[in-house]
């Protein structure tokens, strides 16, 4: 099998693409680290950017490497290679997360090529979605994405999803009253252009004024600025990620079948946004989803709407 040339613009392609994937308050805990002889591309945790309170196990950080594997894996299929993933491909290093190896195009195809456009217009929004429903078959190529990287998708009707969001905004609550989590989420928070990682103020959402929506308050102090209060969507769309067993390497799993469906997703015009707070409590995270054996991973809102503040993105020298 004829082994691809990786030169500079490829390796440019390849990190660019990857470092554009969602992570929990943009930490972007990850590094590269090429073998041109093989060629593969090590994915490793950057465990310093881990979030202890937030996310003590760190499952959020697989989940975000995994998003981040992913878009690698896209635009490998991009520039006409066929990307080989391999999960912990050794138990005994906890940095060490994937491996991508790079190949010639078998011709069967990846599956995945054509979202390579929607990475660079990805992003959370935390402004307001319209309220028109999402149409069917959108809703459907979104749930199949997930199912492809092997994860599964719970779409909760009108009661339930006012539960999940009651849970959400439970954390919330309990986040606010939290005076050491306020602090690492806080330090996360940065002025807008003060670098790569963290999320600027400018891209912090609004308050909703019907309180119906709970969308992350990152600062939990009063004055901090931020856009002014908006009425949100009366009934949100949500889609609640899942997977049958709860290991890193399900993790793994789960953050590509996200990343996936957000890409998805973005190529059809909808908006997403992140609704994790739920997740970071062992025991609001264990009702959001009261089924044995399924084990919650994400909680996505989605709808039409503007696009919201960015996030900054590192640069591909220093990861």
């Known amino acids: 099998m004829r082994v691809p040339d990786i ?29 041109p002889d093989t060629p593969a591309v090590e994915v490793r945790a950057a465990l310093r950017r881990s979030l ?17 594997v992913f878009n690698l894996r896209v635009a490998a299929a991009h520039l006409g290679w066929e990307p080989d993933v391999h999960l912990l491909p050794e138990g005994d290093d906890p940095e060490l997360l994937a491996t991508v190896r790079l ?11 054509d979202l390579y456009d929607a990475i660079a217009r990805r992003h959370t929004s935390r402004l307001p979605f319209t309220g028109r429903p999402v149409a069917e078959p959108v809703v459907a190529a ?11 998708v719970h779409l909760p009707g009108i009661v339930e999803t006012k539960a999940l969001l009651g849970l959400t905004a439970e954390a919330e609550r309990r986040n606010h009253a939290d005076r050491w989590r306020i602090a690492e989420s806080r330090a996360w928070v940065v002025p807008s252009g003060a670098g790569p990682y963290g999320v600027p103020v400018t891209a912090l959402g609004s308050w909703d004024t019907a309180q119906r929506m709970p969308i992350r308050d990152f600062t939990g102090a009063a004055g901090t ?26 993790w793994l799993r789960a953050g590509q079948a996200l990343e996936r469906m957000l890409l998805v997703a973005t190529a059809r015009g909808v908006r997403t946004s992140a609704l994790h707070q739920a997740l970071e409590w062992p025991d609001l995270r264990e009702r959001l989803m009261r089924r044995r054996s399924r084990y919650p991973q ?5 709808g039409y709407g503007p696009e919201g503040g960015r996030t900054p993105r590192a640069r591909v020298g220093p990861v």
């Open 7 to 35: 030169d500079a613009a490829a390796v440019e392609t390849l990190v660019s693409a990857a470092v554009a994937a969602p992570s929990i308050h943009n930490s972007q805990p990850w590094r590269f680290r090429l073998d």
């Open 52 to 68: 202890p309170l937030a996310d003590p196990v760190r499952r959020a950080l697989h989940l975000s490497v995994g998003a981040a």
């Open 103 to 113: 190949s010639a195009a078998r011709g069967t195809g990846s599956g995945c090529a």
């Open 142 to 152: 979104m749930a199949s994405a997930v199912r492809a990287e092997g994860a599964q």
């Open 225 to 250: 600025p931020r856009l002014p209060a908006l009425r949100f969507e009366r009934h949100a769309q949500l889609a609640l990620l899942w997977t049958p067993d709860d290991r890193p390497v399900d």
């Open 298 to 302: 994400f909680l996505v809102r989605f």
